[in-house]
C-alpha cells in the first residue's frame, strides 16, 4: 500500500491522531453520471483500526462531501467525545446478562411469561 500511496497518492491532509488521507494525483475527476469516483483512501498511524477516522475525514474518504477538513479540525463542541477504541473481544466487551463470561445465570424472569408446549 505505502508503494502505491508514493506512486499514486496526493497527501491532502492529517488528523490529530496522526491519520495521512490521500486521493489520485492524477485528478480522479469523473463524469457526474458516473458511478465511479476519484480514488481515497487513509494511511493509519499504528494499528489500522477504521473507527479511528473522525467523522469530518470519514464523510470526505465515502464521497458524502468533496470538501476537505481543515486543518485545524472542526470546532469541538461540549457533547462531543473522544475516541474509544472498539473493545469488542477484550476485557471490557458489553456482555449481557447469562452470558458464559459472567457466569452463564440470568435472572429469573416475572410470571407474564408461559412456554408453549407440544400436547
Partial sequence: MRFFTWRH???VGRDDAGNRYYHDRKGGTVHRDSLRHERRWVIYAGEDEASRVPP??????????????????????????????????????????????????????TADYEPWTPE
Avoid: C, F, V
Wanted: no cysteine.
Fill in 56 to 109: 469530518e475525514w470519514h464523510a470526505w474518504l465515502h464521497h458524502t462531501t468533496d470538501e476537505i477538513p481543515p486543518k485545524e479540525g472542526i470546532p469541538r463542541r461540549p457533547w462531543m467525545k473522544d475516541h474509544q477504541p472498539n473493545p469488542t473481544g477484550s476485557e471490557l466487551a458489553y456482555r449481557p446478562p447469562g452470558h458464559t463470561l459472567r457466569g452463564g445465570h440470568r435472572p429469573h424472569t
Fill in 9 to 11: 497518492g496526493e497527501e
